[in-house]
């Protein structure tokens, strides 16, 4: 290809483009004309473009998953498909797609199905929400005693296990349908140190757990931005206003010890301090 023709209908409308970046990326371009072999190294100004932060919540729509979920069967070592049929029951179905079991079940599933080892003896159960209760049930299909537990409000997504000490003495997080977030343990207790999560804007998810310097965060996103949480909830640790606010789809990077990096409305890339 001709490199004049080239910067001419490529290179330009790029330059013109971007004319307002901030970083500067290299194109190599090589081409051949009358005078033999032609070489050129272009600097190209690119940006991350700019969004205008919304004054008002825009995305109000929370994705509540159908399912199937995948849930590890403790008994073949392998991934079965848990599900609600088309009749309310609650299923189990094998890698091969058979049916291992259908239990009738009067409530809806609430976006998740986790496996944990209630027991700690190495036999998984499968732990999902309905309602204002979480339920806990067997590979065989039978619902462990003890469960259903009532968390007291309505639960909209979850819950999402964490063993944090790796003893297997579970938590769970859940959002709830008042724009709450709050942490229970397997009796359905918050813990003493737990100061809860709530906001006026719409949260989209779950929180997504995000270790720094051996210490856990929690990354919430909302209708308009995202917030980082301490592990035991309370304030959000960020809390930038307008252009500057962290975007709800920006990725949360680790930076060091104590920092991460984000992405604003503005177009620029922070690093913030979150211990």
Known sequence: ANADMFKASILKPMEA?????????MIFTAGKDKKGLRMNLQLLKLALLKTKAPERERDTVIVVPQGPFRVKNSG??????????????ICLQDEGGKGLWGVPFNGKLCGTAQTLDYYANG??????????????????????TGFPIDLGKEILLGPDVYDFNGAKAYNIMVLHKDKTIEMYNLKGQKPASWKGIALQETIKGLPERIEVGGRTYWIVR???????????????LTTFTGQQMIMPDSSV????????????????????KVK
């Open 76 to 89: 073949t070592g392998k991934m079965n498909l848990f599900y609600q049929n088309s009749h309310g029951a």
């Open 17 to 25: 483009l971007y004319a307002d970046a901030d970083y500067s990326p």
């Open 123 to 144: 036999k998984l159960q499968i732990l999902f929400g309905s309602g204002s209760s979480v339920y806990l049930i067997d590979r065989l299909g039978r619902f462990v």
């Open 222 to 236: 909302t209708s308009k931005q995202t917030l980082i949480y301490p592990f035991t909830g309370g304030e959000p």
């Open 253 to 272: 990077d680790v930076v060091d010890e104590a920092s991460v990096q984000v992405q604003c409305y503005d177009g620029k890339a922070r690093i913030v």
